[in-house]
């Protein structure tokens, strides 16, 4: 017999047997599995006490944390409130016990967790290209049939003092977790306004026929009660003559008439002739912000010469200071030169522009003016100029005020002076 084979034969299978314990003194895979079942437990349960216990350093994150899956219906809402806790009681997890890994001796430690949680998103899609409202979208959460997402973490963990802890710096991936607590700002719902509508009316219209107007306005007129209560969102569509001519962005209204405008005020590109809206049917569709019509409603819109031919030099009547005592001001922060119109020269739009002088000298000069009716008005004051000179009372400083209005070729259509004292 070789003496010398089996002697290092027995040492091997000594050493190996040493090795091996030592590594299997060296796991802790149980406590590890354990601390990781109570941190996953208590992180789809939103136990924020319980998992800052859990963390290392988690008094340090522990005020942040509370603040993050705060729900309180006083500060964000009963709808906040409804939708977060029906998506926190789907949060569940399923633990890789297999992926364990850990060291006493290194002191650290890794196991794969799987949480799952409603897919919020698309059960808001359905849910709201189906007309539904909050309570509905929270039911269809809770729904046992609701689509879910998986978020895959590697908890790692590290051992303080005896005692496994999870490491999770700045709380990176319980922000994972908890996303839906951020994204739920987003999840909103209108309300169903299509219920709180009285009745629709052309405003200021000859039952649905405009004559000669620059600006028409289809409005709502909401139930009494909530629905003047209530805070309407809303876009609308302009069409003239079966064209899409305007798009308005988001509106917010509330009160007695949900207003939709059209006219140049509201679209740069608004066609114009003698100063109105150019003639046609004017159609306009009101949507809800989930693009449920609210309105829709068509009126005329005619363009007719009552002038007989006036030109503007022919429609004015005289000129006048407005509001002056014969043509002066005391402590006034605005004066105003007007042409007053003959009656038929009402009709007549005025497209002009007008210069101001102080004791002779030009210190304004207006933009392209349009006007229309018995008074055509060249204001001037701070509002209107930046650099107007003004007392510590905001009153416009004393002196000889002179207006001039052109027409737009160059021609006075009038030329008058005012004085302006402070006392």
């Not at 043509?327 to 009709?347: A, H, K, Q, R, W």
Request: hydrophobic content about 35%.
């Amino acid at each position: 017999m070789n003496f010398r084979k089996l002697t290092a034969a027995t040492l091997s299978l000594t050493m190996l047997a040493s090795l091996s314990g030592c590594a299997l003194f060296d796991k802790d895979d149980e406590a590890v599995l354990a601390v990781a079942e109570d941190y996953a437990t208590a992180v789809t349960k939103v136990k924020v006490g319980d998992i800052v216990e859990l963390l290392v350093d988690g008094d340090d994150i522990e005020d942040e944390l509370t603040d993050f899956v705060d729900t309180d219906a006083a500060t964000y809402g009963d709808d906040y409130e409804a939708i977060c806790n029906a998506i926190a009681s789907t949060l569940s997890y399923e633990i890789d016990e297999e992926s364990v890994e850990s060291s006493k001796k290194n002191a650290e430690a890794s196991v794969n967790v799987t949480y799952s949680v409603v897919d919020y998103d698309a059960v808001y899609d359905d849910v709201t290209n189906d007309g539904g409202d909050v309570d509905a979208f929270v039911d269809a959460l809770k729904a046992d049939d609701a689509e879910t997402n998986e978020i895959s973490i590697t908890l790692e963990l590290v051992l303080e003092d005896e005692e496994w802890l999870v490491e999770d710096k700045d709380g990176k991936d319980l922000q994972k977790v908890y996303a839906f607590y951020i994204d739920a700002f987003d999840l909103t719902f209108t309300p169903p306004l299509a219920d709180y509508i009285d009745y629709t009316e052309w405003y200021y219209s000859d039952s649905g026929v405009y004559t000669n107007f620059d600006e028409i306005e289809l409005d709502i007129i909401p139930l009494e009660g909530d629905g003047t209560s209530i805070t309407w969102e809303f876009y609308y569509e302009y069409y003239r003559d079966g064209n899409l001519i305007y798009t308005s962005g988001t509106c917010t209204d509330q009160g007695y008439w949900i207003e939709a405008y059209y006219g140049p005020y509201y679209d740069d590109a608004a066609e114009m002739e003698n100063g109105y809206l150019v003639a046609g049917d004017y159609r306009c569709i009101i949507y809800d912000l989930s693009g449920n019509v609210l309105a829709d409603s068509t009126c005329t819109v005619l363009n007719e010469d009552f002038s007989n031919g006036l030109t503007m030099q022919d429609a004015i009547d005289y000129t006048e200071w407005y509001y002056s005592d014969n043509g002066v001001y005391t402590n006034f922060s605005e004066i105003e030169l007007d042409i007053i119109t003959t009656d038929p020269g009402s009709y007549v739009p005025y497209e002009f522009w007008y210069e101001y002088y102080l004791d002779g000298e030009l210190i304004f000069t207006s933009d392209a003016c349009t006007d229309q009716g018995h008074w055509i008005e060249a204001y001037y004051g701070p509002w209107y100029d930046d650099n107007a000179q003004v007392d510590s009372n905001g009153n416009l400083i004393p002196g000889e005020y002179r207006c001039v209005m052109y027409d737009m070729d160059g021609n006075v259509l009038a030329d008058e002076t005012c004085t302006v004292e402070t006392n």
